[in-house]
């Protein structure tokens, strides 16, 4: 025996009124009257043989016209069928379905959801990593320009510091004769000299710069790696998807396989 659940819409009330086209093993020609409440069927048919099925006809509550017998049901062997299902069916006989292969369908559905949000995860994180990536990029154009900018300045400095003309000493006897730089020429000697530790001081922060601008660009080979990764997973992901859309192995396997690819993708 097989059972029929479904619903024929919500507030509809009735009977149903089923009839066997033919005779066959423990069904005779006894119509079948099912009461319907607010559109809920649950009932217990005896599923077809080849070539018959069940008559079925509508009359609504307190309605006293003959029955008009309007659908033909072809029941499975099968323990259970919707009832949108079997009204689908008008002729021919309906392959079985067991419980276990729904089962297996809705599980296989939920895991291939899950699949496409894991995929929307690691296109966002992708998308977090590229945006760093850019960030950092811009920094370390800066620091090369002001680098550049500085060390012009210190070449500068230098330059003039050279041009400055040195003190001469000469002695003869008990008479010295020394040359004095002008007054303008010491100040300008001094605030090179300023200058000058002004600018080994700026030399140690630069050193610094580099060294940090090394260990950046460590961290941007790293990050690239890590988006070369995401971006292969992703495309692994996205064929396991394909897959499980046309599954042609049993969904169990898949499930377990999916579930562990998934897993690994989180760890990593």
């Known amino acids: 025996m097989t059972r029929v659940i479904g619903s024929l819409g919500a507030g509809k009330e009735g009977h149903l009124h089923?009839?066997?086209?033919?005779?066959?093993?423990g069904v005779d020609r006894r119509p079948i009257h099912y009461k319907v409440v607010d559109g809920r069927v649950d009932l217990i048919l005896a599923p077809n043989p080849h070539g018959t099925c069940w008559l079925v006809g509508w009359r609504n509550k307190f309605d006293g016209s003959p029955v008009d017998y309007t659908e033909k049901w072809v029941v499975p062997w099968q323990d259970e069928v919707d009832l949108d299902d079997l009204r689908g069916h008008t002729?021919?006989?309906?392959?079985?379905?067991?419980?276990?292969?729904?089962?297996d369908t809705t599980v296989w559905k939920n895991e291939a959801q899950e699949a496409q949000r894991k995929v929307i995860e690691l296109e966002q994180?992708?998308?977090?990593?590229?945006?760093?990536?850019v960030k950092a990029?811009?920094?370390?154009?800066?620091?090369?320009?002001?680098?550049?900018?500085?060390?012009?300045?210190?070449?500068r400095l230098q330059q003039r510091l050279n041009a400055a003309a040195a003190p001469t000493v000469r002695t003869e006897t008990q008479v010295v004769e020394k040359t004095i730089l002008p007054a303008d020429a010491r100040q300008m000697m001094a605030d090179a000299r300023e200058e000058i530790v002004v600018l080994q001081q700026?030399?140690?922060?630069?050193?610094?710069?580099?060294?940090?601008?090394?260990?950046?660009?460590?961290?941007?080979a790293n990050?690239?790696?890590?988006?070369?990764?995401?971006n292969?997973?992703?495309?692994?992901?996205?064929?396991?998807?394909?897959e499980l859309k046309q599954p042609q192995r049993h969904t169990s396997s898949l499930r377990r396989e999916m579930i562990a690819n998934l897993d690994k993708l989180l760890d990593g």
């Open 202 to 220: 700026e030399n140690e922060e630069l050193k610094q710069k580099l060294e940090d601008r090394v260990s950046l660009s460590t961290h941007f």
């Open 125 to 133: 994180r992708n998308g977090e990593l590229l945006g760093k990536l």
């Open 137 to 155: 990029e811009g920094n370390t154009a800066n620091a090369s320009g002001n680098l550049a900018s500085l060390k012009s300045e210190v070449v």
């Open 232 to 242: 292969s997973e992703k495309l692994q992901l996205l064929a396991r998807i394909d």
């Open 91 to 103: 002729s021919g006989r309906r392959s079985p379905r067991s419980r276990s292969e729904a089962l």
């Open 223 to 230: 990050l690239n790696a890590e988006i070369d990764r995401l």
């Open 18 to 25: 089923l009839v066997p086209s033919a005779v066959f093993a």
